[in-house]
């Protein structure tokens, strides 16, 4: 591990946020207006995911009064205090920049079944259980 994949590594979170693209997710922003910091909630559909280590993006695209809004986020930016999933979404690509060009329910996300921890961890253990 050379002295660039050292530094890199002490930028990142512990623990990042866990998404996925074409799900819609609330993103908690710390903006500072003058010398008061305040969090500003952004919540859209993740678009696009890039990047690597410390260096890992995220577009959000939301819809603003009519007009498209995109805005990049770093993953692991001091900046982005909370990111929350506020649903899933089921795509079959891992870029959805084909969703600039829809309008209405048309630029809508499928949305994927939830299955959370304790669902999943009972049926691998009734799996395993009959397989035994």
């Known amino acids: 591990m ?7 590594q002490s930028f990142t979170k512990a623990t990042p946020p ?7 997710v609330r993103v908690h922003v710390k903006v500072v207006e003058g010398e008061k910091e305040r969090i500003q909630v952004y919540e859209g559909a993740v678009i696009a995911r890039k990047g690597t280590l410390n260096t890992e993006t995220f577009t959000v695209r939301k819809v603003s009064y009519g007009v498209g809004v995109e805005r990049i986020f770093p993953v692991h930016s001091p900046i982005v205090t909370k990111v929350d999933v506020v649903r899933q979404g089921r795509v079959r ?32 253990k009734a799996t395993a259980a009959a397989k035994a």
Do not use: C, H, I, P
């Open 18 to 24: 866990k998404f996925e693209v074409g799900d819609t």
């Open 93 to 124: 690509r891992a870029k959805l920049y084909y969703l600039r060009s829809k309008k209405g329910k048309f630029a809508k996300v499928e949305e994927r079944e939830f299955v959370g921890e304790g669902k999943a961890s009972a049926s691998a």
């Open 2 to 8: 050379n002295r660039l994949e050292r530094l890199q």
